[in-house]
């Protein structure tokens, strides 16, 4: 059954773990031109916070010194984050539109674009200013101190932006509930706490959401899903895709395969 036509609501799921590997994202740029613009868009925007060109860096080849920048969280957060924005306009110009978003740790702030808290500007800016001062050189002092005062740094950014309330719904990796007029708070955006998943998943599951579709470079949070799901749930009643392997089956329409998930 094509995604188009299931019952029950949509879930975008925008998640972080691992760095995205060298060259991820360009099967995608090479077949269609809405994610090739809004990839050089987005990359031109984060240019300026990095030491190199993200692209240069997103599609070295494996191996060399520059692909192995991505393994730092000062260009793996921002490759992240390109690839998220730009597949949400992918999905948006084949017709698939979430009911609702959730993003997973440095997820969260694509999925606050996506939700509309952030205009692309101001998410820009967050991402490319925490990706600076993670990139920074190491001080003397204490590692451990270090988080501290990047995350003190990130938070007063924040509180220059201007974020909204959400247009589309947004589910919080720390609460696993419904994001209000926190999003004011610049804290909430730097907030550190182990991801709630389940509780996130069992919420939307009851909320009516029974296809989730996952963004970004890879598919932990897909991977995980059978375990969060309420028990006795089978293939067939619920469906999960990852762009990232799925897009094909995405993009093709009726007769597409189904997704279910399986246990």
């Known amino acids: 059954m094509p995604i188009e ?8 799921l925008f998640s972080a773990g691992a760095a995205p590997r060298p060259g991820t994202g360009r099967e995608l740029r090479d077949a269609f031109p809405v994610f090739a613009d809004a990839l050089d868009d987005i990359c031109g925007r984060l240019d300026p916070y990095l030491e190199l060109p993200l692209k240069s860096v997103m599609f070295a080849d494996d191996g060399t010194r520059t692909a192995a920048l991505l393994e730092r969280e000062s260009f793996a957060g921002p490759a992240v984050f390109a690839l998220h924005v730009a597949q949400y306009r992918l999905l948006r110009s084949w017709g698939v539109l979430p009911d ?3 993003g997973q740790a440095s997820g969260r702030m694509a999925a606050a674009y996506a939700a509309g808290v952030f205009c692309l500007a101001d998410a820009c800016h967050a991402v490319g200013t925490l990706a600076r001062l993670l ?10 101190a270090r988080p501290d005062r990047v995350l003190d740094a990130y ?3 924040l509180a220059t932006l201007h974020p909204c309330a959400p247009r589309i719904p947004l589910v919080s990796d720390v609460t696993a509930g419904p994001v209000g007029e926190e999003t004011a708070e610049p804290e909430f955006w ?3 706490a182990p991801l709630r998943l389940a509780e996130a998943v069992g919420r939307l599951y009851r909320d009516g959401v029974r296809t989730w579709l996952e963004l970004g470079p ?14 006795g749930l089978r293939g067939g009643t619920a469906a999960a895709f990852a762009l990232s392997r799925d897009w094909a089956v995405l993009r093709s329409g009726p007769g597409a395969g189904s997704g279910a998930v399986r246990r």
């Open 190 to 192: 730097v907030r550190r």
């Open 135 to 144: 990139g920074g050189p190491a001080d003397p002092e204490p590692h451990s």
């Open 5 to 12: 036509t299931r019952s029950g609501r949509i879930a975008f």
């Open 155 to 157: 938070g007063r950014t």
């Open 100 to 102: 609702v978003v959730f």
């Open 218 to 231: 890879g598919d932990p949070l897909t991977r995980l899903l059978p375990e969060c799901l309420p028990d």
